[in-house]
């Protein structure tokens, strides 16, 4: 009900000790907008720089908004630690970057990150992450036999540590 959040264990001994680290806090929240963390889908860490860049994704979820609402699409959000996983930013969704479209019984209808099914797998390297999970639509047809249109794979990249991405398919 818009109050699991996420987590994350971190040793900086091997493994002698571990800490928690709050990295989605959704505990109290209420109301149409109040989001559902998942467990962690993607964990990333890049340590090509001075400082290790930590990344990790999870899907969200609404399950208090109105049907109509965008917020039934789902997040596929992605939080970064610029200083080895102490502390993290603010969540960033990805598909709010996304322009892509594909073609379904001659109707253009949007694509995004699906929020379901252990999405995003996260690599990182030399300063660039990127994200790989499913496609989904909104797009819903009640023809008979166009129910499961096969979609892409969607791949975003970030060069700025998460701030911004973009996405294509695969």
Do not use: C
């Not at 939080?79 to 709010?96: L, Q």
């Amino acid at each position: 009900n818009g109050d699991s959040s996420v987590l994350l264990a971190r040793s900086t001994d091997l493994g002698n000790t571990w800490s928690t680290v709050l990295v989605d806090n959704n505990r109290g929240k209420s109301g149409p907008d109040a989001a559902e963390d998942s467990g962690v889908t993607g964990l990333a860490v890049d340590t090509s720089g001075p400082q290790d860049v930590v990344y990790v994704g999870w899907m969200v979820s609404y399950p208090n908004a109105p049907m109509t609402s965008d917020l039934n699409n789902g997040a596929v959000d992605v939080a970064v630690s610029t200083n080895g996983g102490a502390s993290f930013g603010s969540p960033v969704n990805i598909n709010t970057f996304s322009h892509l479209t594909t073609n379904v019984m001659g109707q253009t209808i949007p694509l995004f990150m699906q929020n379901y099914f252990a999405g995003p797998f996260l690599v990182a390297h030399n300063g660039v992450v990127m994200a790989v999970s499913g496609a989904q639509t909104s797009y819903t047809s009640n023809i008979f036999g166009t129910g499961s249109v096969a979609l892409p794979q969607i791949m975003a990249r970030s060069t700025d540590k998460g701030k911004t991405w973009t996405l294509s398919t695969l």
